[in-house]
């Protein structure tokens, strides 16, 4: 509580400071940026990673997380990357944590949460430095980046989504004096082209459903074979031609 203060009051008396583009991104892998993924089918489980890519250091960290629409994931949990550095020693925060929405009265469960981490005897994360730390990942983004973090979530139907940043109140600050803006990237999971019942897998299985979505006039991502933006007859040969390719 005490740590949480003090970057409050910190913030509240810097300056701001300069910091170059794509500070802050996800990725579905932890080796390299990948900013899209398929979502997979129903209860399906996956992980997205949280990477620092700016050329400063951060030594606290208040960020808000969350998926552009409800109830298409859920963030059930993660991990917050806290290796000690491998010259200077010390862990590289002191005070690391995730914590996930829960269910709110309109039954979204997991769409958002929040990334706080302080370090305030030593620098935090500098991707500067990176000769100090062996958690450095060298060639993920354009300048290299630090893995902050893990975020785990569940499929809970099958839509696009995005999945989006904002700075928490405490927002992001370099000891002593500096107030960081970062910019973020995005993130997006989005479904497999004909898998219309969202089981993962295309197939015959898929064939009734596509014919319901198509006769009812609904919009379904998976049904829009031929990516114009509606579902019509137009999508049928796509349609064959994605299930006869598996």
Known sequence: MFKKLF???AIVMASSALVSAQDIFWSFSPTEATASTNIGAVGDAGSVYIFSDGLFGFD???LDFSASISNVISFTGGEVFNPTFSTIG???FHEPEITIASTNSAGQDGSSGK???VNLAQNGVDPALS?????FEPGVGPNGAFLLARLDYEVV???VVDLEFSLGQHGALQLPDNVLNPSFGSATLVPILGDINGDGAVGFLDFTPFVFVLFNYEYQYA??????GVVNFFDIEPFIAIVSSQ
Not at 223 to 228: L, Y
């Open 115 to 117: 990334l706080f981490a």
């Open 157 to 159: 139907t099958s839509a």
């Open 60 to 62: 606290a960290i208040d």
């Open 7 to 9: 970057v409050a009051v």
């Open 131 to 135: 000769s100090f730390d062996s958690g």
């Open 90 to 92: 010390g862990e590289r």
């Open 223 to 228: 049904a829009d074979c031929n990516q114009d």
